[in-house]
């Protein structure tokens, strides 16, 4: 069983940065494709950026594209999501999902078997 553990959310300015982090102790984790999702007040989960599980392959969701970079360091079962120049609409409960074992980068929750208990992002305006 994969658990997953998030940290790193909280409240920041528009403008900030933040960098959220998922790991896990499961020595498989370095297999997995991985990949974070978000959830807002009232809307359905949606994509944010997806990291295959060499690490080359990387996918973003068009509204965090230059601004958002996915990474994971397999040496420390973490995969990290640095996000720079927040704004209001990046509001939402970030998720860590683990999908499938050797898989280039997925972009859909039903390719997602694991998944955090999610963190808390706030950026005020």
């Known amino acids: 069983q994969v658990q997953l553990i998030e940290s790193g959310g909280g409240l920041v300015q528009a403008g900030g940065s933040l960098r959220l982090s998922c790991t896990n102790s499961d020595r498989t984790f370095s297999t997995y494709a991985m990949g974070w999702f978000r959830q807002a007040p009232g809307k359905e989960r949606e994509f944010v950026a997806g990291?295959?599980?060499?690490?080359?392959?990387?996918l973003y969701e068009d509204s965090v594209k230059g601004r958002f970079t996915i990474s994971r360091d397999n040496t420390k079962n973490t995969v990290y999501l640095q996000m720079n120049s927040l704004k209001p609409d990046d509001t939402a409960v970030y998720y860590c999902?683990?999908?499938?074992?050797?898989?280039?980068?997925?972009?859909?929750?039903?390719?997602?078997?694991?998944w955090g208990q999610g963190t808390q992002v706030t950026v005020s305006s």
């Open positions: 990291i295959g599980w060499r690490g080359g392959n990387l």
């Open positions: 999902a683990a999908g499938r074992r050797w898989s280039l980068v997925l972009r859909e929750p039903s390719e997602y078997h694991y």
